[in-house]
């Protein structure tokens, strides 16, 4: 089973910055990426970035250029650092991660951008 806890979520104004953090916990011998997604208020779930254990980061056309993921494998932690905030970047943000055998999705932190 695997456990992620999630943190750094909250209420910002448009063209501020959040960091979102998330740690896994459990049986696994080791992750193979991880990342983060959300669901905007009545919209699909959809990937944000992700990191694979090789260091190369992957980021989707929605915040590409305003995000940054990183990773720390050997800590099972992974971070979204976000910059120039929208309102319409309001979501609830999941972390994921890849063990190699299962996906697994957080509860989900909300982020809020408004003024």
């Known amino acids: 089973q695997v456990h992620l806890v999630e943190s750094g979520g909250g209420l910002v104004q448009p063209g501020e910055s959040l960091t979102l953090s998330c740690v896994a916990s459990?049986?696994?011998?080791?992750?193979?990426?991880m990342g983060w997604y959300r669901q905007g208020s009545g919209r699909e779930g959809n990937l944000v970035a992700a990191?694979?254990?090789?260091?190369?980061?992957h980021y989707s056309t929605s915040m590409k250029g305003r995000v940054t993921v990183s990773g720390d494998f050997e800590k099972n932690t992974v971070y979204l650092q976000m910059g120039s905030l929208k309102p319409e970047d309001t979501a609830v943000y999941f972390c994921?991660?890849?063990?190699?055998?299962?996906?697994?999705w957080g509860q989900g932190t909300r982020v809020t951008v408004s003024s």
């Open positions: 990191i694979t254990s090789d260091g190369s980061p």
């Open positions: 994921w991660v890849n063990t190699g055998d299962l996906e697994v």
């Open positions: 459990g049986s696994f011998f080791s992750l193979k990426a």
